[in-house]
């Protein structure tokens, strides 16, 4: 199948063809026949999967039909948690829509309101909008909602993790009760299944791929080590040049400005960008970032949601997430559109749990890196060094004392004989 089967009209299947699409994704076959007949639609999809355009190019088409001259409401509201997910979805407005006479506003926080004030006076058809900034525009009579029919929530449980929920339902109390309503989300959790019930009538289930499972393009990989080492092991990876470019998460706005320090003490390129840098800073960075000014982009979760980048080679987990479905969400950064990509993480002793848990949800467990040039030597909350084996533990440690862990690459044995707990991975 290719797009034209799907009854997209001729100046958006010229933007896609420019846009070096041939086929649609999964995602997008089975979601735009659907929004094209006007029907609510759930769609439950793993980051990369061309979920942008499965609503996009329904939004543009329906309003480039039934647009009038001189007239332009807002016709369509896309909320999303993050401001660089909103530049990046109106970038893609923009994209597909090239040959359309329609316009796509992205408004956030962090920035003068100043600009967006002035292009909302001049008339927009589509609004991609994170919460807070929505509901002060609208309670400054600044932005008006009552043309909207057609209404997306992307990254619901996203929105849940950021605690948008109160102001997403007062938003919802806002617009026409008649509206198409879509909602995208990567994982659903119990919450997501409670705005599925306020927003959603009768909707048609979209799921190109089960539930918090991770893309089979993406070769994932965890080093065990002691957290002293987790910069010198970046830094070695990059210098052994199998990095082109990396995407690094560390847990804390801190602990990623750190990082950035360290690399380019050791004459590593890196940015950081995270929630304490301004709209200016982030923006630059990820530029320079794309444009391959500089090889790694240090992000905490929040800042790095929505960041799509071409030919992303590598997603490096400096810390391990506490949530599993957040690692679903960073390492989808890369093998993105069929795409190859490699995700690495680091593990200290205290992060083991978080292993565990990430392998539950995505039901397969994540190898072991075949050579470890620091091995975990740590193996508890308050170690004393010189009491630890000096081999990686692998997944298996010996419970009193007895049995015996993964043995060390090479070829030590005695591997999580002391100071151990057991652990395991299952599948589920």
């Known amino acids: 199948m290719d797009f034209k089967d799907l009854g997209i009209i001729d100046p958006i299947l010229k933007a896609l063809e420019e846009e070096g699409y041939t086929e649609p994704s999964p995602i997008q076959e089975q979601a735009i026949p659907h929004l094209f007949a006007g029907r609510d639609l759930l769609g439950c999809a793993q980051t990369g999967t061309g979920k942008t355009a499965a609503f996009a190019i329904p939004i543009l088409q329906k309003i480039v039909k039934e647009k009038k001259e001189g007239y332009t409401p807002i016709r369509a509201l896309i909320l999303t948690p993050t401001r660089e997910l909103a530049l990046q979805i109106e970038e893609s407005f923009h994209a597909y829509g090239i040959h359309l006479r329609l316009k796509a506003l992205a408004i956030f926080g962090g920035v003068s309101q100043k600009p967006q004030v002035d292009k909302l006076k001049k008339g927009v058809d589509i609004v991609v909008a994170t919460p807070g900034r929505l509901i002060d525009l609208y309670n400054q009579g600044l932005v008006h909602l009552n043309n909207v029919d057609i209404f997306v929530l992307d990254e619901a449980d996203r929105m849940l993790d950021m605690g948008f929920v109160h102001d997403v339902k007062r938003i919802i109390a806002k617009l026409p009760e ?86 380019v003490r050791l004459k590593i390129p890196a940015l950081a960008i995270h929630g304490n840098k301004s709209q200016t800073a982030r923006v630059r960075a990820l530029e320079s970032f794309k444009a391959r000014e500089v090889r790694v982009l240090v992000a905490t979760d929040i800042a790095a949601r929505g960041i799509d980048i071409d030919e992303l080679s590598h997603v490096v987990n400096y810390d391990i997430p506490n949530i599993p479905e957040t690692y679903v969400h960073r390492i989808g950064r890369t093998g993105r559109a069929g795409l190859e990509g490699k995700a690495i993480s680091f593990c200290m002793y205290e992060e083991m749990q978080f292993i565990r848990d990430i392998e539950k949800i995505i039901g397969k467990n994540i190898p072991e890196a075949p050579t470890q040039p620091y091995p975990m030597e740590v193996f508890e909350s308050d170690p004393v060094p010189a009491q630890r084996p000096r081999s990686a533990p692998g997944r298996n440690f010996s419970s009193g004392g007895k049995g015996q862990g993964r043995p060390h690459p090479s070829g030590k044995k005695g591997a999580g004989q002391a100071h151990t707990k057991q652990y395991s991975s299952k599948k589920v």
């Open 178 to 263: 008649k509206r198409q309503n879509l909602l995208f989300s990567a994982t659903m959790p119990d919450g997501v299944h409670g705005l599925i019930n306020t927003i959603l009538h009768n909707p048609i289930r979209v799921e190109v791929a089960p539930a918090s499972s991770t893309v089979d393009s993406i070769e994932q990989m965890v080093y065990f080590l002691d957290k002293n080492n987790k910069q010198k092991l970046l830094a070695d990876l990059i210098k052994a040049g199998d990095i082109d470019s990396a995407l690094v998460f560390t847990r804390t706005k801190h602990g990623a400005d750190k990082v950035v320090k360290e690399l």
